[in-house]
């Protein structure tokens, strides 16, 4: 059933080639309803799954034997929340990026083509599978970004491009040399998942085989120091491709680091958890910092995003059941509230006010000239900040509680990232709606327009969305936790299980 | 089961959104909505006051069930003698906050949906018992008065604001990791669990064994300690409390003042007591000095104040000093002293006394003030006035009520409770109760001056003009006054009902 | 002299010589007069209908025959080559029918099927002296090829080039193989095989080993041997250097890994990592190596996309050679995989650039502006066939560079070879940023507000779909192609 999400919006993509040219109208109306489609079978399918701990096979078959490659999706718990939140952040996307009106068709093939993708890479069990899901998203994104994006675009574009182009390769490389070895120890060549996480990889073989696989995903996911493509990518892309970008592409990233490189190299990921640790904090804590001095709305936002995925590459390190459990939950949960800062920043304020310069929007009394934006703002800046009541709280919570055993000293370190975040989150709640500068005269001849009914439901989607993941978290725990007990994660845990 | 204290909780925040919903235009629909839902809470919190068994100490009015259970969350509410007491000034001083703010013209659905919230934020913290879901109406608090104070302030609001939130944050995340690192070593997040294990003196092992270090247990203390040192305040986390007091609109204050600095004496009494007693005594020494500090310092500066919201400001940190006073001595076990527990009772009692009046009476100030800026046009400093008893003679007798109830007047209720701590806390800590005293003189003082500068005195031609108080105002101001009178004659009101619950905390603490 | 035999064997050679000799007669006789056009269609439908005929002829025998001690060599494996060959002359035709850079339609048609008959020849023969006759035979015929356009000096100065540097790799090749007569006393690979085996690296083996490579280095446009590459892509006559850079690959990488690892069977050396043992492996390894990074790290700076292709082609032979480098089954198959999804992939970009040089009057990447406007269909398939390039997946590229990494990494079983995996890995990293800037003009950029719509003549726009197609499939579903080879 779930791999349906990933034909449907393929097909999306074909029809939508052949819309003819100018129809934008039509154009909007197909991807809609194919992303819907897509998110409504997502949420079928994940609570029709009996067994999230388990991993369910959606569909196995043998596609290139020679090499042990098989068609092969599955689900387990940690997969059907990342698809639900790709459904979630398809629909709002496309609901911000209504208005588009240069070359409608065309953005909307090459926004469905991404998520297909990401679909793909949240259900494939299959190394190759997973790779080739994996890099056909880098193109789709860097036509989106190059040719609908804003800000030094096509350099930001190129950037981002050849960024996840390496870290897929370093990714490819590990993977080739992982499958000769593994090759030698089954007796037979094979790319499945579930197979390879059983190998016993000689210690020496993971000391630099999971470092070089890690690293490589961890580029998509952020990392510092490789997160630079970041900022400048979501700057320059435009509104829903920033959204996908940080609310899902960086989870892949991320998500391949757990599937992938610490569910096949359990000894490796021991030798290097201090490392990742201190780079993930280190991402936590330079994010912020650099957030607070931003003039750029959108700059602001994207320094957040590396900020807040520091906080899962630090529960992924922690190894114990708690911290990764926080980790798949701030996935889900910086997917959704990224989502909806950016839909404010790009939408809801750049549209209409043409300029993202602090300076700017100071003097524009944003917050009575689009009160919608306003609240809407607040209510992310409080999720993204980690109020509780929303989902960000129980995933930071967790994550914190995680890596207080393994690393108090980082912990701390992390906990002051927090504060940083509460700083950059209020000065821009500020300086961008709410600020004390006297009104310019010249802004106040034009009115803005008001925020269309697109907005407002993907809006309110994503709030609520946080908000019912907040109150009621066991919604995705129930998903998530199963997992680490079951048979995949065994190695990985034994020793740290908490 | 019953569910009282979820509803209670509830009405609030629903008026909230239906009053946010109800949007600028409709003014007087507004207001009145919300000064109804918020008379709901109150006639809710003496039911609950009525209803309540003041002869057993015990939690009652529970609700408890598994939320998060992977994680120990549970959502667990109830109330003792204390939780019961702090509901009632917030139901008490919620609706007065609304009254006082009847004439706000920019955005007055907003304004007093945020009233509301807060007001929700507030039972919630009163009343929930597991970590978690406490945590979370104590940060929810903080939104709605951020608002408050930033769009409703005064000119510098924006950094006033700002600082309120920050600091309160930094005490917030100090207090989430150590009650982490609580959970890790004990895996309960459950206030009465952990204030049992406390006592048999397991929870100190059970840290350190989780962590390693000999002093982890004094580590987490002090980040709990951070947390609700900030929002009581005590020196020196209090630098943010006297802008946000005057720049916050008067009504606002109110709360603030009122039922929001007691969150953080809450904090204290319900959760660093009973769970940290040993950490609490290994550095009394260091805690009462604070306390001391508070107390005198905070008057001396209150004493140097020109602005009138500022003096009441610094006055605040120093009834709540006395607060703070009383709890540490009420954990320190005292040799050669008979009946220790009757004097920790009686040290605890006043602090519930006093958390309960200065509430009142610290409101009701700010109320007045509020009052006196809308006649002065928004002036409010000390030197603007003069003589004023002669143009505006019951408003000077009633504030002065309030200002002598400040003061600890015996007769008013401001007395009783400083009487009792003092009472309970010179055979406890003698020299700390003694340097506090200091503490009485100086507000004594610049009470006194205030009194003199503002009412006595020449008249001050400007205000020659000055209407007194409207009959509506003096229907606003009666209740706090009568108030003053009831439970300064007739402290009982209170102890009654709170003393089951201040005798168990004391055997709590006696080991 | 029982010639039946021969001829037996040799039917889908002999099929394509009568094509030869029907597309000249017709072209000098019924067609006379006509249109170039005309010319070139049912030129080309002849040379198809020729080339068509062999390949099902080619596929559907199952012989095994050894004529004359390695001249001729028939079996499965050798016949499918021959058909991949043959496919790719029927789209290299294709895509030239649109061309208007020659009048002598019959001749150039007839060349490029007398450099297919060469190539043919070449694949079937594990006897020196019959190597170096069809090189010979496929070679001039290129270099003709590549002069074909009258009308401008920079084919002729290509050709002259391409002869030149030809001409002396030749002679290299012809002295390395004289030298292997003599130390092995016969032409035939086996035996050569045989007789060197044991003797240890006699210094001039090394000599043949080196002049081999040397010989067939200039062939495929290794580094060193590369120079005339970049100037003959650019200056023949598009179709022509798609010719090059496909059919002629496949053959030549086919024969090359034969020589190597069937001939050269003993001395392979070894190219492991902190195991050097001299040999043939090492040095093919310095080559591929070479060959990788220049061929990459120049095509960056390239602003001809014409030339951009000819480096590429220098970095994707480099990639080739570590198929050869494999010496085993897997390694073999995973190169003829590799070379033809890259054959097909490059006619189709040489076709796309053929129809842009001719609407727009030059092959420079701005020439390919807002081609995604002017040309959808056109556009989409360059496309497909430059991310093909640059591995990306689900296209043929990448499984067919997986394929190959993962056969020449599992040699040995000890990673041995991984070094040069990762160099080769990290240069198609390298490489994927000048295939974007192409793509970026094609689909980001605008064209001039006045260019006109591109019109894709026919036969090519369906000769490029075809090839689009099977990149896309062949990427999906490699296993169709890999159960031949």
Redesign the interface.
């Given at each position: 059933m779930l791999a349906w999400t990933i034909y449907i919006t393929f097909f999306g993509v074909l029809v939508l080639m052949l819309l003819p040219r100018d129809n934008a109208r039509a154009a909007r109306i197909v991807a809609l309803l194919t992303a819907i489609a897509g998110c409504v079978v997502a949420f079928v399918g994940a609570i029709q799954q009996a067994n999230p701990g388990d991993v369910t096979t959606i569909v196995k078959v043998p596609w290139i034997p020679s090499i042990g490659a098989n068609y092969y999706l599955a689900a387990d718990g940690i997969s059907l929340v990342l698809v639900v939140l790709t459904g979630l952040a398809a629909v709002s996307g496309i609901l911000f990026s209504w208005n588009i009106e240069k070359r409608t068709k065309e953005f909307f093939a090459f926004y469905l083509a991404l998520i297909g993708g990401v679909y793909g890479v949240f259900l494939s069990f299959d190394l190759l599978l997973l790779f080739v899901f994996y890099e056909l998203t880098i193109i789709p994104k860097y036509f989106l970004i190059a040719r609908w994006g804003s800000t030094r675009k096509e350099y930001g574009a190129m950037k981002l491009a050849l960024y996840s182009f390496v870290g897929s390769h370093l990714v490819l490389i590990g993977l080739i040399a992982a499958w000769v070895v593994a090759k030698g120890q089954l007796g037979h060549a094979s790319l499945d998942l579930i197979e390879l996480s059983k190998v016993a990889f000689p210690i020496a073989f993971q000391h630099w085989v999971f470092p070089l696989v890690f690293v490589g995903f961890a580029i998509l996911a952020g990392m510092w120091p490789f997160h630079t493509w970041a900022p400048t990518g979501h700057v320059a892309a435009p509104t829903a491709g920033s959204m996908l970008l940080a609310g899902v592409v960086m989870k892949l990233g991320a998500y391949g680091c757990l599937r992938v490189a610490m569910v096949m190299f359990p000894e490796g990921v021991r030798m290097w958890q201090g490392e990742i640790a201190c780079l993930a904090v280190a991402g936590i804590v330079y994010g912020a910092g650099v957030a607070l001095v931003q003039r750029d709305f959108k700059f602001v936002i994207g320094y957040s995003s590396v900020s807040h995925m520091g906080f899962v590459l630090l529960g992924l390190a922690t190894l114990n059941t708690i911290g990764l459990d926080g980790a798949v939950l701030q996935m889900f949960s910086h997917g959704i509230i990224a989502g909806l800062l950016f839909g404010v920043v790009g939408r809801m304020v750049y549209d209409r006010t043409h300029t993202r310069d602090f300076n700017d929007l100071e003097t524009m009394q944003l917050g009575k000239l689009i009160p919608f934006a306003g609240v809407t703002f607040v209510i992310a800046g409080i999720a993204s900040m980690g109020l509780p009541g929303f989902s960000g709280f129980v995933a930071e919570f967790q994550v914190l509680m995680g890596a207080w055993t393994v690393f108090p000293k980082l912990t701390i370190l992390a906990g002051v990232g927090i504060i940083v975040g509460v700083a950059y989150t209020l000065r821009a709640v500020q300086k961008g709606f709410y600020s004390d500068a006297p009104p310019d005269a010249a802004h106040h001849d034009h009115p803005l327009e008001p925020i269309s009914i697109p907005e407002r439901f993907g809006a309110v989607m994503l709030i609520a969305a946080s908000l019912v993941i907040g109150f009621f978290p066991s919604l995705l725990m129930n998903w998530i936790e199963p997992c680490f007990k079951s048979p995949l994660f065994e190695r990985l845990l034994k020793g740290g299980a908490l | 089961m019953n569910h009282w204290l979820t509803i209670l909780t509830l009405v609030p925040f629903i008026g909230g959104i239906v009053v946010a919903g109800l949007g600028a235009e409709r003014k007087h629909l507004v207001r009145g909505l919300a000064l109804a839902t918020s008379l709901v809470g109150l006639g809710g919190a003496i039911c609950l006051w009525l209803h309540f068994n003041a002869k057993s100490g015990d939690l009652q009015f529970v609700e408890k069930f598994d939320w998060v259970p992977t994680l120990g969350i549970q959502y667990f509410l109830g109330v003792d003698g204390l939780g019961a007491l702090m509901v009632l000034l917030t139901a008490i001083v919620t609706p007065l906050a609304i009254l006082a703010s009847w004439n706000v013209e920019d955005r007055p659905h907003v304004f007093h949906a945020l009233v509301l919230w807060l007001q929700a934020g507030l039972f919630g913290t009163f009343t929930a018992l597991n970590f978690f879901h406490w945590f979370l109406f104590w940060e929810l608090g903080l939104i709605p008065a951020f608002f408050l104070i930033k769009l409703w302030g005064g000119p510098k609001r924006g950094p006033a604001a700002t600082q309120f939130f920050i600091y309160t944050m930094v005490g917030s995340v100090a207090l989430l990791l150590s009650f982490l690192a609580i959970r890790l070593a004990t895996g309960s997040f459950d206030f009465i669990e952990l204030a049992g294990m406390a006592k048999s003196g397991v929870l100190t092992t059970k840290l350190q064994a989780a962590f390693g270090w000999k002093n982890i247990g004094l580590i987490i203390f002090f980040g709990a300690f951070l947390g609700f040192a900030v929002k009581v305040p005590v020196i020196p986390f209090h630098t943010w409390l006297s802008a946000a007091y005057s720049e916050a609109p008067s009504s606002v204050t109110m709360l603030l003042t009122g039922v929001m600095s007691k969150m953080g004496v809450y904090g204290f009494l319900r959760i660093l007591l009973p769970i940290f007693p040993d950490q609490i005594r290994q550095v009394l020494t260091p805690l009462l000095w604070l306390a001391v500090a508070t107390i005198v310092l905070s008057a001396c500066a209150a004493f140097a104040q020109r602005d009138l919201k500022r003096i009441i400001a610094y006055s605040s940190i120093n009834h709540l000093g006395y607060c703070l006073l009383a709890l540490f001595a009420a954990t320190a076990v005292a040799t050669g002293v008979n009946n220790s527990d009757l004097q920790k009772a009686a040290a605890l009692d006043g602090a519930l006394l006093q958390m309960f009046n200065h509430g009142l009476t610290a409101s009701a100030l700010f109320l007045f003030v509020a009052l006196l800026e809308r006649r002065s046009g928004g002036l409010r400093g000390l030197d603007d006035f003069g003589g004023l008893r002669k143009i505006i003679p019951v408003f000077t007798g009633l504030m002065g009520i309030a200002i002598f109830s400040s003061l600890g007047l015996p007769g008013l209720n401001g007395f009783v409770g400083e009487f009792l701590i003092f009472k309970g806390v010179f055979p406890l800590a003698p020299w700390a109760a003694a340097i506090s005293t200091i503490g009485l003189l100086v507000t004594a003082i610049f009470l006194l001056t205030l009194i003199q500068r503002v009412f006595c005195g020449p008249l001050n031609e400007r205000w020659a003009k000055m209407p007194d108080l409207t009959t509506s105002e003096r229907f606003l101001v009666l209740p706090s006054i009568a108030l003053m009178f009831v439970l300064g004659i007739w402290p009982q009101f209170i102890l009654g009902a709170v003393d089951a619950t201040v005798v168990k905390l004391v055997q709590q603490l006696n080991f | 002299m029982n010639y039946l035999p021969v001829l037996q064997l040799a039917a889908p050679e002999t099929i394509v010589t009568l094509t030869v000799l029907v597309v000249l007669g017709a072209d000098l006789t019924v067609l006379r007069g006509k249109s170039l056009a005309a010319r070139f269609n049912v030129g080309a439908l002849l040379s198809v209908l020729g080339c068509a005929s062999a390949a099902c002829l080619a596929f559907h025998r199952h012989v095994d025959a050894n004529l004359f001690n390695g001249i001729l060599v028939v079996n499965p494996a050798v016949d499918f080559i021959k058909v991949a060959i043959l496919a790719l002359t029927v789209f290299t035709i294709l895509i030239s029918t649109g061309g208007k850079f020659t009048d002598h339609v019959g001749e150039y048609l007839a060349i490029i099927l007398l450099a297919t008959i060469g190539l043919m020849f070449l694949v079937s023969a594990e006897d020196l002296l019959m190597i170096f006759i069809a090189l010979e035979l496929a070679s001039l015929s290129l270099y003709i090829l590549t002069a074909f356009n009258k009308h401008n000096a920079q084919s002729a100065e290509a050709a002259l080039k391409y002869f030149l540097f030809g001409g002396m790799s030749a002679a290299f090749l012809l002295f390395g193989f004289s030298l292997l007569y003599g130390l092995s006393g016969s032409t035939n690979l086996g035996e050569i095989a045989k007789a060197i085996a044991g003797k240890g690296l006699d210094p001039l083996l090394l000599v043949a080993i080196v002049t081999t490579v040397i010989g067939f280095g200039f062939k495929v446009a290794a580094v060193p041997f590369h120079l005339w590459a970049p100037d003959a892509y650019e200056g023949a006559p598009t179709p022509s250097a798609a010719f090059i850079g496909a059919g002629s690959k496949v053959a030549s990488f086919y024969i090359v890994a034969k020589i190597f690892t069937l001939g050269f069977a003993g001395a392979e050396g070894s190219a492991v990592w902190h195991g050097y043992v001299a040999g043939w492996t090492p040095t093919i390894a310095v080559v591929a190596a070479l060959s990788m990074v220049l061929g990459n790290l120049t095509a960056i700076v390239q602003s001809s996309v014409k030339r951009l292709l000819a480096y590429s082609a220098i970095a994707h032979a480099g990639y080739m050679l570590l198929g050869v480098l494999g010496n085993n089954p897997?390694s073999a198959s995973a190169l003829m995989f590799y070379v033809i999804t890259y054959a097909v992939t490059v006619i189709g970009a040489f076709g796309v650039v053929t129809v842009v040089e001719e609407a727009t009057g030059g092959d420079a990447i701005a020439n390919f502006k807002g081609l995604?406007r002017r040309a959808p269909g056109l556009a989409l398939c360059l496309m497909v066939f430059l991310?093909s390039l640059g591995g990306?997946?689900?296209l043929a590229g990448?499984?067919g560079k997986?394929?190959l990494?993962?056969a020449v990494?599992?040699v040995g079983?000890n990673?041995g070879l991984?070094w040069l995996?990762?160099l080769a890995?990290?240069m198609?990293?390298v490489s994927?940023?000048y295939y974007?800037r192409v793509l970026?003009a094609a689909?980001?950029e605008d064209a001039a507000a006045d260019a006109p719509a591109i019109k894709v003549p026919a036969l090519t726009l369906l000769a490029l779909a075809l090839l689009a197609a099977l990149v896309i499939l062949l990427g999906c579903?490699?296993?169709l192609l890999?159960r031949y080879l």
């Open positions: - | - | 897997p995604s991310l990306i997946p689900p990448f499984i997986f394929f990494f993962s990494v599992s079983g990673l991984l995996v990762i890995i990290a198609s990293a994927f940023y974007l970026k689909y980001v579903a490699p296993g890999t």
